[in-house]
């Protein structure tokens, strides 16, 4: 199985704060990388996929990057509404599909 | 649009089977091109993947619950359902289904991202 570890697990910013996730995949996984947007209660959202394509209706402050096994989900300037867990999870092997452990993005 | 709705008892007890339906609306599970899918949410932690299906039944499970899952498509009710049988309290969780892109080549399967989800489901293994 492909393992993924998602760095910092929680993380404290302001609004406007140029937000960095990071995620490392146990081996590569060919920007086969989605990342997702989850608020208490509710399912969690696509924002990415393959790595760096902005799914649609998702606004362009959120941006991603890497390559290998390294990857990064951005958020330009936060916004209240930003304020959630987000997972990152690969796609390259499966069985099984394999999720990050989340990061928390709280308000300072 | 395409949206998923889950469905199925909330409260399960020890030993017995856990069944769970999602009812597909906006499109057809028979059109193909995606792979439909159970993941589930433990109180406070990650996504765990269970597996998934296609329209035609081709069935893949995760390794680790492989032994207890059972997902089934209907595709006149346009709907998919999850079996986990010999549940114990470890298997009290939010229960998702999700549609994902995906194809079956000569090399297996290849899918993306889970790109539509239903709003999920609690279930608690109790007596």
């Known amino acids: 199985d492909i393992q993924m570890t998602q760095s910092p697990s929680s993380l404290s910013a302001s609004v406007g704060d140029r937000v960095t996730i990071t995620c490392r995949a146990s081996?590569?996984?060919?920007?086969?990388l989605a990342w997702y947007q989850q608020k208490p209660g509710k399912a969690p959202k696509l924002l990415l996929y393959?790595?760096?394509r902005l799914e649609s209706g998702v606004p362009s402050r959120f941006s991603g990057s890497g390559s290998g096994t390294d990857y990064t989900l951005t958020i330009s300037s936060l916004q209240p509404e930003d304020f959630a867990t987000y997972y990152c999870q690969q796609y390259y092997s499966t069985p099984p599909l394999t999720f990050g452990g989340g990061t928390k993005v709280e308000i300072k | 649009q395409v949206q998923l709705q889950e469905s199925g008892p909330g409260l399960v007890k020890p030993s017995q089977t856990l069944s769970l339906t999602c009812t597909v609306s906006?499109?057809?599970?028979?059109?193909?091109?995606?792979?439909w899918s159970w993941i589930r949410q433990h109180p406070g932690k990650g996504l765990e993947w269970i597996g998934y299906i296609y329209y035609s039944g081709s069935t893949y499970y995760n390794p680790s619950l492989k032994s207890r899952v059972t997902i089934s498509v209907d595709t006149s009710k346009n709907q998919f359902s999850l079996k986990l049988s010999s549940v114990t309290a470890a298997d009290t969780a939010v229960y998702y289904c999700?549609?994902?892109?995906?194809?079956?080549?000569?090399?297996?399967?290849?899918?993306?991202?889970?790109?539509?989800w239903g709003q999920g489901t609690m279930v608690t293994v109790s007596s």
């Open positions: 081996q590569g996984i060919s920007n086969s």
């Open positions: 906006g499109g057809s599970i028979s059109s193909g091109g995606y792979y």
């Open positions: 393959a790595a760096s």
């Open positions: 999700a549609r994902v892109p995906g194809v079956n080549t000569f090399g297996g399967v290849i899918v993306s991202a889970f790109d539509i």
